[in-house]
Every structure is written in C-alpha cells, then in structure tokens.
C-alpha cells in the first residue's frame, strides 16, 4: 500500500501563520528602507546637479544660474519658483546667465540657456513625498535667503550672488536638507561651500570639523 505524502492542515496554519508573522516584521522595514533610499537619492540628484553647474560655468565660460524649478502637473518648465514662499521642492533649475542678470529669459536679443531641470520626487498639485529644505547663509552665520536661494557658478569656479545689484563672491554656504515626509526620521543633509564644494553632512563630517562652519552648519 502506497504512503500518503505531503502536509497536514495543522502544518499549513502553522506555516501561514510564521509567514504572517515575517512579513509584520518585515514590511514596516522595507518601508523605512524605500523612505530613506528616496531621501538620498533626491540629495544626490540635487548635490551632482550643483556640481554640473560648477563644471558647466567653467567649460562654457559663463556664468550658471541655480534657482527653486517652478514645474507643472504636466512636469513642463515654467522657470524659476515664485509666489509668497517660494522653495526648491519641486526641483531645481540651472541656466546659463547670457546678459548676466539672473534673470531668466527667453527672449529678446540675448537668450538664457536652459542647461538643465532635475526634479523632486514631488509632484504639482499632489502629496509631496520629500520636504526640501534649502537656505543659504554668510560665512559669519548670516542668513542670506532661507528657503529659495539663488545663486550662480562663474567662469572661475566660484560662487556668486547679487546683493542690492552688487555682485558678491565666495561668501556663501547652501544646506541642503531632504526629509521624508512620511517619516521625519529620514533625512539627510549636504553643505556647499563657498568655493562651490559639496559636502555630505554626516555624523564623522561634523565630529572632524567639531568648532567650524562645516560642523555648525550641518547641525543646524
């Protein structure tokens, strides 16, 4: 007489069950682990763009402009952010400053030159998925726009902005913080440094720099 093989209902419940179980443990995790890959991923997007427009306004010897993107439900360009509070947290938008005004035309004799748009994870008009916090300040700890800083590479390298029309070089430190906006948890933060440098703030970061703008900075 053949043997019967294969599992009981009792065997099955119980594996059911662990499988359950597993998968409580094990979803909340991968949650977390997704939330924070969408941190770092949109810093480095952000980071390596402002490291092209360094690189562009040197190769094209002219100078890059960075501003918050102001981009549709449709993901077209409409420029540089505006309204009451404007920010970087739809994007941000890098041009090449023709006529030097950081002002961003299309027209007229001397055309800007839109180099490139890198988007957030957010979208016009839905949930946002990442809060972009982005601010500039003085070496002296001034704060020189806290929500959309605007800003351009020159031909040498250096970073520059106007100030009351005057054109002020190498003064300027950008932070840039990306928070998951569904868990507040995640986050993670660089600085740009006067000369155009990113650095990825992290807890050795402002341990080697403990005293310094670099540390102060990525603290706060």
Known sequence: MRKETGFTLIELMVTIALMALFAAFAIPAMNGFVEQQRVNSTLSNYTNALTFARNEAIRQNLPVVVCGAQISSAGQLSGCTTGASPNWSEG?????????NQVYSVTGATQDINIRVVQSPNRSGATD?????????????TIINSSNPIFQFMPNGQVGRLESGNLVVADMFLRLEIVSAGDAQRKAVALMDPTGQIIRCTKKTIDNNTGNNIATFCAS
């Open 92 to 100: 941000i938008f890098l041009y090449g400053d023709v006529d030097k």
């Open 129 to 141: 998925k990442v809060t972009v916090n982005s601010g500039s300040r003085s070496s002296t700890g």
